[in-house]
């Protein structure tokens, strides 16, 4: 791994443990066993190396929000859907607690990384497979279940073992097979 992406991966583990706020640029550099200078000489500031740890993990998450917005089978839709929350905290768990810390820590930062903007897309497919399930309110259906999920996102973070999440998954996935 070369010093940029470690600086990166140390300053995730940090932010998302410690909070943004609460991490010096400078414990980042020790940890990282880098000099403080390379970390402004990469990303300019903390904002820039923060702003480049949610680039990278949006990016990193994009390939599962695509499976839910090329689906075309609207049943599948709404399963997929239900299954984000375990598939992309399996694979990025620290980026997730991030985003958690940074909405608590921040309104700048929240305003700047809201989820919600690259979540629309999702959404409105959610949507629109509700309606073309003919569900009654398929608009109250799509907040009614990205509530849900955003309390099993919340719920996951904090789990040690992922695996017990599944029975949950299961059990909400049921509620919407037909």
């Known amino acids: 791994m070369n010093k940029k992406d470690n600086i ?3 300053a995730l583990e940090l932010f998302s443990n410690q ?4 991490t ?11 000099s403080e200078g390379l970390i402004f000489r990469h990303f300019t500031n903390k904002e820039g190396l923060l702003t480049e740890i949610m680039n990278e993990g949006i990016a990193k998450i ?3 929000l695509n499976t839910v917005i090329n689906e075309k089978d609207a049943e599948k839709v709404i ?3 239900i299954e984000l929350p375990y598939k992309i905290i399996l694979s990025e768990k620290e980026f ?5 810390n940074i909405k608590s820590q921040n309104s700048k930062f929240k305003k700047d990384f809201d989820t919600n903007k690259y979540l629309i897309p999702v ?3 959610l949507n629109q497979a509700f309606s073309d399930l ?7 259906e799509t907040q009614y279940l990205f509530t849900v999920l955003n309390g099993l996102t919340l719920s996951l973070i904090e789990l040690e073992n992922l695996n017990d999440a599944k029975v949950i998954i299961n059990y909400i996935q049921s509620k919407y097979k037909k």
């Open 79 to 81: 399963l997929k859907v």
């Open 8 to 10: 990166l991966k140390i």
């Open 134 to 140: 003919k569900f009654e309110n398929p608009e109250l």
């Open 123 to 125: 959404y409105l497919k």
């Open 19 to 22: 909070g943004y706020e609460n």
């Open 62 to 64: 994009q390939p599962f």
């Open 24 to 34: 010096s640029t400078s414990l980042i550099a020790k940890k990282a066993a880098v």
């Open 96 to 100: 997730w607690k991030l985003q958690i």
